[in-house]
């Protein structure tokens, strides 16, 4: 699983943006990436491990969670 840190997010519409830790490229999060997670809102800086989604050229997370990689 990938690891980053979030950017931006919003907790009224639920979508922000994290920053991968490998390339440093822009993740999004929409509205529900949250949905069966531990995380009710995320801060700004909170690191995090995610997977995701290619959809019309952009990345999604499909779900999000904590800890390392492997762990």
Avoid: N, W
Avoid at 20 to 29: C, G, H, K, N, Y
């Amino acid at each position: 699983m990938p690891q980053g840190v979030v950017k931006t997010y919003d907790p009224v519409t639920g979508a922000g943006i994290i920053v991968r830790e490998d390339d440093r490229s822009e993740v999004f999060l929409r509205p529900g990436s949250l949905k069966g997670s531990i995380f009710r809102t995320l801060r700004q800086g909170q690191r995090l491990v995610f997977e995701t989604v290619e959809e019309d050229g952009a990345t999604y997370v499909t779900s999000v969670g904590v800890g390392q990689e492997g762990h």
